[in-house]
């Protein structure tokens, strides 16, 4: 299994970004799928996940709850992540992680720069 990621850049504060991140080599139909970060000089944390046949069952990990919003195309596979109202906090590392067949498989990683 390939994540292939998409998006990332730079925005100012307040600002909008929105990434993509769509798997390859699929062998299983149900699996978790979502976001990490890593900011300079921090651990990496998750920001949030879905699971891939139930978008009911989303969860959203501290500062990303009511800003930022993961959502599915069911057609495509893909997992999006809508950012908004953005901070300097946000800046790092974004990666795309999945859960599938027992391990977990990670993305290369978006650079998300906000400035002030």
């Known amino acids: 299994v390939q994540l292939v990621e998409s998006g990332g850049g730079s925005v100012q504060a307040g600002g909008s970004l929105r990434l993509s991140c769509t798997p390859s080599?699929?062998?299983?139909?149900?699996?978790?799928i979502g976001w990490f970060r890593q900011a300079p000089g921090k651990e990496r944390e998750g920001v949030a996940c879905i699971m891939s046949d139930d978008d009911e069952y989303i969860h959203y990990v501290g500062s990303a709850r009511g800003r930022f919003a993961i959502s599915r195309d069911i057609a495509t596979n893909t997992v999006y992540l809508q950012m908004n109202d953005l901070t300097s906090e946000d800046t790092g590392i974004y990666f795309c992680?999945?859960?599938?067949?027992?391990?977990?498989?990670w993305g290369q990683g978006l650079q998300v720069t906000v400035s002030s």
């Open positions: 992680n999945a859960f599938i067949g027992g391990q977990f498989t």
């Open positions: 080599g699929l062998t299983f139909d149900t699996y978790l």
